[in-house]
């Protein structure tokens, strides 16, 4: 393993202009850099070949938090995580991805890390993943031949592998104001309470009703497949009165839809055991700030 990170070229476009056509080409080792906290962990761990890095920072239309029309928030692809932590803005609409994007790394790594890295990663483990598929959240996707916007949930195809094509990046997440009487919750168990991956993420996100059922559920789970996923089974069990043995039932069907592999952190028996208790933890803890923000 070398000791250094080998490069040939460094350029650090000043606009989106600049940085597309820096991209246009396609070229497999130009790497885009952001915080760099994962394009670095693999130029010098994993060998990832990287001739000329194209450092996107300082293009200001990809960094900022904004209000949307109908309540929702746009947060630039450079928008570090410990900004997201720290808004009031993103506390406001949803608060679950600021406590998710806080469980990342330590402090000097969300200074340095951004949500289009943890996501363009596209790690079956980031923290960020998950909530942004139970907030129903689209992603914004550019390159020097246009933009489009995709819905979370097709933005990740494989470990490691994303719908990002030849010169095109993620420029802005798109996040929808959550319903009326909406609580979302994300929990993650490590082998550490800080600055560790999960061994198992479960994000969860209710509409309640009237009389405290549920009208409406969105779950998503992290490190028990391939991507992030949307356990929709779990979703349609969650409907109606949460009674303990729905909670249960939804807990086992979520079970039922997590495929985990054994590795160094956890068997896939593990795994699936925490996912039940991840899934019945995180359901309760929704009803319980539920019938806070209520009384």
């Known amino acids: 393993m070398s000791k250094f990170l080998m490069f040939e070229k460094y350029c650090v476009p000043e606009t989106q202009e600049e940085l597309f056509q820096l991209l246009r080409d396609g070229n497999p080792t130009t790497r885009v850099l952001a915080g760099g906290t994962d394009l670095f962990v693999a130029m010098k761990e994993r060998g990832l070949a990287a001739q000329c890095l194209v450092d996107i920072k300082r293009v200001v239309e990809l960094r900022g938090i904004e209000s949307l029309n109908g309540g929702g928030l746009g947060i ?8 997201i ?7 406001n609409v949803c608060p679950v991805l600021s406590e ?6 330590s402090l000097q790594i969300r200074n340095r890390g951004t949500l289009g890295g943890n996501l363009s990663n596209a790690s079956p483990a980031a923290d960020s993943a ?7 959240a689209q992603f914004e996707l550019s390159s020097a031949f246009g933009s489009r916007v995709i819905p979370s949930e097709t933005f990740f195809v494989g470990s490691g592998r994303s719908v ?21 919750v994300y929990l993650k168990f490590g082998l550490r309470n800080a600055m560790d991956i999960p061994i198992v993420g479960v994000a969860v996100s209710l509409v309640f009703g009237d009389e405290g059922s549920c009208c409406d559920a969105k779950v998503a789970l992290a490190s028990i497949a391939p991507t992030p996923l949307r ?4 979703e349609a069990a969650l409907a109606g009165e ?5 909670i249960q039932d939804a807990a086992a069907q979520a079970v039922a839809e997590a495929k985990p ?3 160094v952190r956890g068997s896939a028996s593990y795994r699936k055991h925490l996912v039940r208790v991840l899934t019945t933890q995180a359901v309760k803890q929704a009803i319980a700030l539920y019938r806070v923000g209520k009384s």
């Not at 630039?76 to 900004?83: K, V």
């Not at 998710?100 to 790394?105: C, D, E, L, T, Y």
């Open 76 to 83: 630039g692809a450079t928008t570090t995580l410990h900004e």
């Open 85 to 91: 932590e720290m808004s009031k803005t993103v506390r």
């Open 100 to 105: 998710a994007v806080g469980m990342i790394g």
């Open 130 to 136: 998950p909530c942004l598929l139970v907030l129903d």
């Open 164 to 184: 990002l094509g030849p010169g095109e990046i993620l420029k802005r997440i798109i996040v929808p104001r959550p319903k009326p009487r909406t609580q979302s």
């Open 231 to 234: 356990a929709r089974k779990t």
């Open 242 to 246: 949460l009674n303990e043995q729905r």
């Open 261 to 263: 592999i054994s590795d």
